[in-house]
């Protein structure tokens, strides 16, 4: 049987990592930052940041960074990875950050679990977060939030009507806007892309690999502060 999300987080940073490494072969979601933010001598906050993929991204872009993750083990290897930010254990919906102390924040892959773990609260939950993040991000700021839009999919879409619900409130409702792009995982091996497909998104994912490739898409939506 597979392992829920909060197993995962809880239990298995590393295998996780070895996962989220091997996404966005091509660079896509660096260049998109930079794109969207300016990120040299700014100062970061990231909520989510598990074992640091993101945060390395922003790391070397010259950011300051502040990295929060409410799962210790996440955490701890994500401290290990990328020690170079500043890592705090925290939940995405109560940061311990002074107001205006940051000139971006960052949520990647965080509220889409809100969604499908608070299905009769979710905008009350996800509003928590982003109004985190605008409280502590300066004016003139932007926060970013990254979301998958489909696994296995060469064509961004939501993967299932929670999302979708959710992604047109947070344009619709946030004032967000999105940008659409490819994040492929390629794995070292065919055997090492089963394993770690099955492991986080189950067999009927591992049946949609090609070879080590693993289309995925994914969505980066950001609003100026």
């Known amino acids: 049987m597979r392992l829920s999300y909060e197993e995962i987080y809880r239990d298995h940073a590393e295998q996780y990592d070895r996962l989220v490494r091997a996404e ?28 640091g993929r ?15 993750e409410a799962a210790e083990g996440m955490l701890q290897l994500g401290k290990a990875r990328v020690p170079e930010a500043s890592w705090i ?12 102390s940051a000139d971006v924040g960052v949520a ?9 773990w608070e299905p009769e609260h979710w905008q009350r939950e996800i509003a928590k977060g982003l109004d ?5 991000v300066r004016p003139g700021g932007t926060v ?4 998958t839009l489909g696994t296995g999919h060469r064509a961004p879409k939501p993967p299932n009507a929670e999302l979708a619900e959710y992604y047109a409130w947070l344009e619709a409702e946030r004032g967000f806007v999105c940008q659409p792009i490819r994040t492929d995982y390629r794995f070292e091996s065919p055997a090492a892309a089963k394993d770690l497909i099955e492991f986080f998104f189950g067999d009927a994912k591992a049946e949609l690999l090609e070879g080590t490739v693993l289309p995925e898409c994914t969505g980066v939506w950001s609003r100026r502060r």
């Open 89 to 100: 254990l925290a939940d995405a919906r109560e940061l311990p950050a002074e107001p205006q």
């Open 144 to 147: 970013v939030v990254i979301e």
């Open 108 to 116: 990647g892959w965080v509220y889409g679990h809100l969604r499908h």
């Open 54 to 68: 993101v945060t390395r991204l922003l790391v070397n872009a010259g950011a300051r960074v502040v990295a929060t």
């Open 24 to 51: 966005d072969h091509e660079g896509q979601l660096e260049a998109t930052l930079g794109a969207v933010l300016e990120l040299r001598n700014r100062d970061v906050i990231e909520v989510g940041a598990g074992t």
């Open 132 to 136: 985190e993040l605008n409280r502590v």
